[in-house]
């Protein structure tokens, strides 16, 4: 884990770098839909959470999770890849995991590339588990996986 990492509720001005971590990141080769207009709505969402690792300028992870009654659903996530490995998305999740059980939520949902073994590698090392296929998901071009985490039984 990284020490000292300093995680932070992400501001307007963070929203450019956001999604052009996410364009890099995670929706490489399928339309560009995470751009800062839409990143900046989520940050000024009363239902979403956006967080950040390092300035506007130089963003090397972040997260955006929306919650929905006792559902928290992790919309995009994602870690620049000159920072992997070293326990910042680790970090990252488990700061939104904290902020999901203090708002009562019962799991988390995600989805990642069906070819992106590394997320869905992640995912299950922190207890998320894959719960379905989803063929075409990503813009009708690429498989993805469904993914939950229980955070406290199911009534």
Do not use: C
Not at 137 to 150: A, I, N, T
């Amino acid at each position: 884990m990284i020490a000292g990492a300093a995680i932070r509720l992400a501001t307007p001005g963070d929203a450019p770098g956001i999604a052009a971590l996410s364009r890099d990141a995670i929706e490489h080769g399928l339309p560009w839909t995470w751009q800062a207009p839409r990143v900046a709505r989520a940050i000024a969402s009363p239902d979403t959470n956006v967080v950040v690792v390092g300035p506007p300028e130089a963003i090397a992870a972040f997260g955006i999770m929306s919650y929905l009654e006792d559902d928290a659903h992790l919309l995009l996530f994602a870690v620049q890849a000159a920072h992997r490995r070293r326990g910042l998305g680790s970090a990252v999740l488990a700061w939104l995991e904290d902020v999901a059980r203090a708002a009562g939520a019962k799991r988390i949902r995600v989805e990642a590339r069906r070819d992106n073994a590394a997320a869905r590698s992640f995912y299950n090392e922190h207890g998320y588990h894959e719960r379905a296929l989803a063929p075409e998901m990503y813009s009708g071009l690429l498989d993805g996986v469904r993914l939950e985490k229980w955070l406290r039984a199911p009534e």
